[in-house]
């Protein structure tokens, strides 16, 4: 089986930063995409950014700028660096990575981890 555990959520004032990371292990033969969704209260879960193998990077029109998603393929691991967070940033953070086993390719997401960024 594969997993996906996140890292790198707190509390953090406006205009502060964090760094997310997302680490997959177990039957991995190769990973395609890996990206970053978030899911505020009483909203829907939205992609935040995503970044292929080969390195070509999407963003949400919101986080454009200020937000940069990298990936170490050795380590079958993703970032998501936040800068000049603001409170509508404030949501649980998943990350989620489609993933050839032996089996299928099949999209795995992590627990989720919550950033919180107070006015």
């Known amino acids: 089986q594969v997993q996906l555990v996140e890292s790198g959520g707190g509390l953090v004032q406006a205009g502060g930063s964090l760094r997310l990371s997302c680490a997959a292990s177990?039957?991995?033969?190769?990973?395609?995409?890996m990206g970053w969704y978030r899911q505020a209260p009483g909203k829907q879960r939205e992609l935040v950014a995503a970044?292929?193998?080969?390195?070509?990077?999407n963003y949400a029109d919101s986080v454009k700028g200020r937000f940069t998603i990298s990936r170490d393929n050795a380590k079958n691991t993703v970032y998501l660096q936040m800068n000049s967070l603001k409170p509508e940033d404030t949501a649980v953070y998943y990350c989620?990575?489609?993933?050839?086993?032996?089996?299928?390719?099949?999209?795995?997401w992590g627990q989720g981890t919550q950033v919180t960024v107070s006015s």
């Open positions: 989620n990575a489609d993933v050839r086993t032996m089996v299928n390719i099949r999209r795995y």
């Open positions: 177990g039957s991995i033969l190769s990973i395609n995409a």
């Open positions: 970044i292929l193998s080969g390195g070509s990077t």
